[in-house]
């Protein structure tokens, strides 16, 4: 291997601000072994055609897991998990599925095991946005190992670009009130079922939660004075904030600053059995909790088939909510416009922070792009490249 395995982290981007969550200093410890010894003197040790090929994978996996494919960052548990994990099976299915008699060193990975991979995935009828992500996980190897552009586009593997485009902007209104849902009269008869799940449907109605935070969100403990944020001065919007954990770790401050904010809060307080409890019932761990949450909604009907939404559309409802305060007109995907292109580029700033995401981009996942007269949207890739890396938001 090359020197290009030392100078990869100068092709990736550097992320700010930094988050709190997601220190770069999160590393797991090395073996005692590797100790004082760089990756290409660890893997000079196994050699191609000698190393077993998965022997070969697992050490790549530990040094370079933990890192993202495109900012300075390390990268969520998750992640790794699923990434470490679908790299062991791609390997084993180049034999098994794939017909090839042999288990390729990583290092010697060529476009040809790629190729009948992709074939096996589109025989076996798997989701575009599938195939995308696995072909995300192998540019990661590649890169790994100094093989920056080794992975091609989609359309390089035999994909249309209708079949594994991803929209990264809202195409609709995703919120309750778009799809006529008085979510306050909804959510008074979910208190009169389950008093919990209530009161984390009005914390995500009204701070913009995801579920799984309002689930973990501890009325009191999380709740801080300005003070103590740690936040610049000239950014202080109230006298006290919510501290949240959001995806990946990543924390944000939410400013109380208005009294539907206050009256959430108090309710959740209301409920809960202690100062240091979460909004969770405590007989139950997280995962059975969150299937309480969905569990409720569906019983009252709140389901894309039914409603055409989801608990997560009070989250988008607070954010399109958002924007329509800051620029005085309602959100694009809500058919409002134009504004200019300094206030809205503030608005999707300010909207993508309260939503724990450190790019401006991320905005257009819940309140979509305005179009320019020439025709390009606002805000994409296409018209700033220094926004942001270019790939899929999670939201």
Request: overall charge positive; proline content about 7%.
């Amino acid at each position: 291997m090359s020197d290009a395995i030392l100078r990869r982290t100068s092709r990736r981007r550097q992320q700010e601000p930094a988050s709190p969550g997601r220190s770069s200093q999160q590393q797991p410890a090395r073996p005692q072994g590797w100790a004082g010894k760089t990756p290409q003197e660890i893997l000079a040790r196994y050699q191609p055609g000698t190393a077993p090929p998965l022997k070969v994978l697992e050490i790549l996996i530990q040094l370079f897991n933990t890192q993202h494919t495109a900012l300075e960052k390390t990268v969520s548990h998750k992640t790794r998990q699923e990434r470490a994990q679908f790299l062991q099976r791609f390997f084993r299915d180049l034999k098994q599925k794939a017909g090839f008699k042999t288990v390729p060193d990583p290092r010697n990975l060529g476009q040809k095991h790629i190729h009948a991979m992709v074939q096996v995935w589109q025989q076996a009828h798997l989701a575009p946005a599938t195939i995308q992500t696995y072909l995300s996980f192998l540019r990661g190897l590649a890169m790994w190992m100094g093989k920056h552009g080794f992975v091609r586009k989609p359309g390089h593997y035999g994909l249309s670009l209708e079949e594994y485009q991803r929209h990264e902007s809202a195409q609709r209104d995703k919120s309750w009130t778009a799809q006529g849902i008085d979510a306050e009269a909804v959510i008074a008869e979910v208190c009169k079922f389950d008093l919990r799940v209530g009161a984390s449907l009005r914390l995500m109605s009204a701070l913009g939660l995801r579920r799984k935070e309002s689930v973990q969100f501890r009325p009191f403990q999380h709740v801080m004075p300005f003070s103590e944020t740690g936040l610049p001065e000239n950014q202080q919007q109230a006298d006290r904030y919510a501290w949240v954990k959001g995806k990946g770790g990543r924390v944000r401050w939410i400013p109380l600053d208005s009294p539907v904010h206050l009256a959430a809060l108090e309710f959740a307080q209301g409920v809960v059995d202690g100062r240091d409890a979460h909004m969770g019932d405590p007989r139950r761990d997280l995962k059975r909790n969150l299937r309480r949450l969905d569990y409720v909604l569906e019983k009252f009907g709140i389901t894309l088939r039914k409603r055409g939404a989801t608990g997560h559309g009070l989250r988008h409802g607070v954010l399109n909510d958002a924007y329509e305060d800051i620029t005085g007109v309602p959100s694009p995907v809500r058919g409002g416009g134009p504004v200019s292109p300094e206030l809205d580029r503030a608005a999707r700033l300010a909207v993508s922070q309260l939503a724990g995401h450190a790019r401006a981009r991320a905005a257009g996942a819940y309140i979509g792009t305005i179009i320019k007269p020439s025709g390009r949207p606002v805000g994409s890739p296409e018209s700033k490249r220094g926004d942001d890396d270019g790939a899929a938001v999670p939201v």
